[in-house]
């Protein structure tokens, strides 16, 4: 798969509320961080599992697609999603990806 197909194959998974698909776009070692503060949020498709289980079962949770764009292997993700909170979130999301597999996620 393209970095392009592995971001719009997880946001479709996403807005399926299907965890296992959601999941398999990403890499066993997958880092999620916070591009503020360059934190590591979780790391590990286990702790990435468990954090998405309860995100994911929320019936309201729904990402648009605002803007994207693509440069080699990194895909930059401009969403709208509603459900996280009471009010729409508006957030960047970077993709980097290696071996066919989303290895990083910086979060704006």
Sequence with gaps: MT?????QGQLD??????LDAFCSFFS???RVFDAHTGE???SGKKLFR??????LSNSKLHCTLIN?????NIVIDQESVVGLSEDVTHAIAIY????HAICEVHFY
Excluded: G
């Design 3 to 7: 970095p392009e197909q592995l971001a």
């Design 13 to 18: 998974a996403y807005n399926a509320h299907d």
């Design 28 to 30: 066993d070692d997958i």
């Design 40 to 42: 590591v949020l979780f």
């Design 50 to 55: 468990e954090r998405y289980t309860k995100t």
């Design 68 to 72: 994207r764009m693509v440069q080699e």
């Design 96 to 99: 980097h990806t290696s071996n």
